[in-house]
């Protein structure tokens, strides 16, 4: 099996860098980010050289988990040049790690400013989006993400996206739309979508032992390249397994 490219899309999206934007004109977004690359490159080269350092540090603490490491290795970036949108990503990226979805909103928005319609800038918001339980909002950001990859992007990276859209649905109580985002999966499909979204699906019908299952086989058929990964760390969300059930109004709790 394919090893995804960029296969954890929403536990280091400001890491991986999407190479396409939203609906913002390429001319627009280049000439924003030409005024901050060119003072960055005016920097002395001793700061530029300790500013492109702690910038690789920070990317690589937040590879391994430490976003507070990540976070103020960002802080001390910011401290040498502080026009850089990408480093905001990075920050908001530790904050909604951490859960502080708001916190994580007001580098969404300084990121925006600069780069509008940049895509792991999206990725960003749709995840605040999640995290707050605005699940209408996270569906809609995605929509209009997915909408500009270009059908040549790695499938992957979109499989991710639409799990989200799964889990949001089941959240607002929609089985059949979070359904209907999969139907076309089956267990011949090369991605963990398909079980992944059974899991969940079964969560919310109440079916234990139906997500034990196909936690069980997603497990075993990905388990050479763990391409499971960003599903589970979706799934894991706090409080994420309780509240699908809940949202079933068919079940009594």
């Not at 060119?38 to 603490?61: D, G, H, I, Q, T």
């Not at 076309?184 to 963990?192: G, I």
């Not at 997603?218 to 699908?244: H, M, T, W």
Request: proline content about 4%.
């Amino acid at each position: 099996m394919k090893i995804p490219a960029l296969l954890v899309i929403f536990s280091a999206a400001a890491v991986s860098l999407l190479p396409v934007a939203l609906a913002a004109p390429q001319k627009q977004q280049a000439e924003a980010s030409s005024d901050w690359l060119v003072e960055l490159s005016n920097l002395p080269r001793e700061e530029r050289a300790r500013y492109l350092a702690e910038f690789a540090s920070a990317k690589e603490s937040f590879r391994a988990g430490r976003w507070v490491i990540c976070f103020t290795t960002l802080q001390g970036c910011e401290m040498i040049f502080n026009k850089n949108p990408h480093v905001w990503s990075l920050m908001a990226g530790c904050l909604i790690e951490q859960q502080q979805f708001d916190e994580a909103e007001v580098y969404v928005e300084k990121v925006e400013k600069v780069l509008p319609g940049d895509s792991v800038n999206a990725v960003n918001r749709s995840r605040v989006y999640m995290g707050r339980g605005e699940y209408a909002r996270c569906i809609e950001t995605v929509d209009k993400l997915i909408s500009t990859l270009p059908g040549v992007y790695d499938g992957e990276v979109i499989n991710v996206l639409t799990y989200r859209q799964v889990l949001c649905h089941l959240l607002l109580g929609q089985r059949d739309e979070a359904v209907a985002r999969v139907s076309h999966l089956s267990a011949m499909d090369d991605t963990p979508l398909f079980y992944y979204s059974r899991v969940a699906i079964a969560l919310f019908d109440g079916d234990l032992r139906g997500a034990r299952r196909d936690l069980s086989a997603v497990r075993q058929v990905f388990a050479n390249n763990k391409a499971y990964v960003s599903y589970e760390r979706a799934l894991s969300q706090p409080g994420l397994v309780d509240a699908l059930p809940k949202a079933n109004p068919g079940l009594k709790h």
